[in-house]
């Protein structure tokens, strides 16, 4: 008796190799040359206030380096050429419990150029080996922090020692950038439930009433308000909107880190929804708006070493003045 399929029918054995070769090849792709393709993105971005000079920001987040990724190291290294006129770095530089001495390595040619940074869970805490299918449910409210195993002060310190760049973890600061003060005030990372969004009205108000204090000519000169955290929760950043924030600047999603071509992101890893996942974007909440964006970053954890349909990157954001 035959066996022969009927003609157009394609064997079922055939399908299932045809759909492991392909799979293989997706990994092998996105392990061995995906998530080394580093990309500078460029972005132009109008919030300053009428007559300001152009600001170049760049955008760096989610580094997760480990000490054998020199190539890495050297990228972001090289990434100093272009003299911003400001570096901000939203988190997750650690990968390793040894990362910090590449981490140095590659943020030293950015000393004497101003910026700022909030720290990310991977910050306080070594990676781990999770079950990779976890990352296809849906996050809505983060994960419980516990004690750092890092050594985040080391961080911190070469960070606002080495570099003079401002911690925002809970905190305010500002800079002035050719002529256009740039008041910050940022989050510790929401996704461990760091954020202490209840200080930030009490922190704004105080360095108000210092600086009417100590300048009668405060609040003269242009600013533009930026508000940075580590991963983009909704009720963070419905938070810096009410806050005044115009911009804002976070990273933690990873683009989604594996996404599926023509249809983006399957994951955000919080709650923010697949269309904002990465890029630039808008925030409304209370009849306010802010820009938002959300770097993909640069790296991975070392336990699950892929990208897929999604680069690593940094971003050059130039703030130009607004057309309204």
């Known amino acids: 008796m035959s066996s022969r399929l009927p003609r157009g029918v394609v064997a079922p054995g055939i399908v299932l190799g045809a759909t492991v070769l ?3 090849l997706a990994f092998a792709w996105g392990s061995l040359v995906e998530r080394k393709m580093f990309t500078l993105r460029r972005v ?3 919030v300053l206030p009428a007559g300001s000079e152009p600001i170049r920001v760049l955008h760096l987040s989610d580094l997760h380096m480990a000490p054998w990724q020199r190539d890495k190291r050297a990228w ?34 950015f000393a004497g150029i101003p910026g700022v940074f909030v720290n990310g869970s991977n910050d306080y805490h070594g990676p781990l080996r999770k079950n990779w299918l976890r990352y296809l449910v849906r996050h809505s409210g983060g994960v419980k922090d516990t004690p750092a195993d890092l050594d985040t002060a080391r961080l911190e310190r070469f960070f606002r020692e080495g570099l003079g760049w401002t911690g925002l973890n809970n905190d305010v600061g500002s800079l002035t950038i050719k002529g256009t003060r740039l008041d910050f005030f940022g989050v510790d990372d929401p996704h461990i439930g760091r954020d202490r969004l ?15 204090l100590d300048d009668d000519s405060a609040g003269s000169e242009p600013t533009v308000t930026i508000g940075v955290a580590h991963a983009p929760y909704r009720r963070v950043l419905a938070s810096f909107v009410t806050h005044g924030a115009e911009l804002i600047l976070a990273g933690h999603t990873h683009g989604g880190q594996v996404c599926v071509p023509f249809f983006g992101a399957l994951v955000t890893n919080c709650d923010i929804p697949r269309r904002q996942v990465k890029g ?14 959300v770097s993909a970053g640069l790296g991975t954890s070392i336990y699950a070493p892929v990208r897929f349909a999604c680069l690593p990157e940094a ?10």
């Not at 209840?198 to 009417?212: A, F, K, M, N, V």
């Open 76 to 109: 972001v290294r090289s990434l100093a050429q272009l003299r911003p006129d400001l570096v901000v770095d939203t988190g997750d530089n650690l990968g390793h419990e040894d990362a910090i001495p590449g981490i140095e390595a590659a943020f030293a040619d």
């Open 44 to 46: 132009t971005v109008p």
């Open 198 to 212: 209840d200080r930030l009205t009490g922190l704004i108000d105080s360095r108000q009433d210092e600086e009417s």
């Open 22 to 24: 392909a799979g293989a």
């Open 315 to 324: 971003t050059l954001l130039t703030l130009v003045p607004s057309e309204r």
């Open 280 to 293: 630039l974007s808008t925030w409304r909440h209370a009849y306010r708006t802010a820009f938002l964006h």
